[in-house]
Nanobody, 127 residues
Framework: QVQLVESGGGLVHTGGSLRLSCAAS????????MGWFRQAPGKEREFVAA????????RYSDSVKGRFTISRDNAKSTVYLQMNSLKPEDTAVYYC????????????????????WGQGTQVTVSS
């Protein structure tokens, strides 16, 4: 099984930056497709970004393209989400997710495709 622990959330002003980290344990990290999702109060959990095992393939939601970057360091069993040019609408709890499946075999934006989830970290962007 996989345990995921997010960190790096906080409060920033509009236009600021945050870097989220997700540390994984319990399974060979390099075999996992990794993703980030977010959820605001009263809204469904939505896809943010995903990355394949090697880091060579990434995908982003339209709302964060050009502002967020997902990356991974397999030696550290950690996936990152660099968030720049933050907007108030980015305010949400951000969740790290993992799937023991190839990126190409997944509906990468669907929450049900992911087997493991972190506890979430709060990101708040003030205007």
């Amino acid at each position: 099984q996989v345990q995921l622990v997010e960190s790096g959330g906080g409060l920033v002003h509009t236009g600021g930056s945050l870097r989220l980290s997700c540390a994984a344990s319990g399974r060979t990290f390099s075999t996992l497709t990794m993703g980030w999702f977010r959820q605001a109060p009263g809204k469904e959990r939505e896809f943010v970004a995903a990355i394949n095992w090697s880091g060579g393939i990434t995908r982003y939601s339209d709302s964060v393209k050009g502002r967020f970057t997902i990356s991974r360091d397999n030696a550290k069993s950690t996936v990152y989400l660099q968030m720049n040019s933050l907007k108030p609408e980015d305010t949400a709890v951000y969740y790290c997710a993992a799937a023991p499946k190839p990126f190409s075999k997944m509906v990468i934006t669907t929450t049900l495709e992911y087997n493991y989830w972190g506890q979430g970290t709060q990101v708040t962007v003030s205007s």
